[in-house]
């Protein structure tokens, strides 16, 4: 099995920015797709981002494209998730996501391993 632990939520201004950081352990990060999703208060976990195992494809929602981009370090086991031009709509709780298959990278079920999310808070 592949453990999850995000970090580097925090409270930052309309505006800026902030990189999360997925770190796995117990097994390479580099076996597995890995998807970075958002559940705001009252609201559903909804998909943000995706890479695949290999890095050479990427999924974005659209209310993120052109904003946040994902990328992994394989020699560090984690992924990184990096948010420009945050917006109060993107507060929420972000949990990265871990699955050794392919197919609907914005389907949670497609993913088998969670971490228990950072909480990111964006002020206007």
């Known amino acids: 099995q592949v453990q999850l632990v995000e970090s580097g939520g925090g409270l930052v201004q309309a505006g800026g920015s902030l990189r999360l950081s997925c770190a796995a352990s117990?097994?390479?990060?580099?076996?597995?797709?890995v998807g970075w999703f958002r559940q705001a208060p009252g609201k559903e976990r909804e998909f943000v981002i995706a890479?695949?195992?290999?890095?050479?494809?990427?999924y974005y929602a659209g209310s993120v494209k052109g904003r946040f981009t994902i990328s992994r370090d394989n020699a560090k086991n984690t992924v990184y998730l990096q948010m420009n031009s945050l917006k109060p709509e993107d507060t929420a709780v972000y949990y990265c996501?871990?699955?050794?298959?392919?197919?609907?990278?914005?389907?949670?079920?497609?993913?088998?391993?969670w971490g228990q999310g950072t909480q990111v808070t964006v002020s206007s």
């Open positions: 996501a871990a699955g050794s298959n392919g197919g609907n990278y914005y389907n949670p079920q497609l993913y088998g391993y």
């Open positions: 117990g097994r390479s990060i580099s076996n597995y797709n």
């Open positions: 890479i695949t195992w290999s890095g050479s494809s990427t």
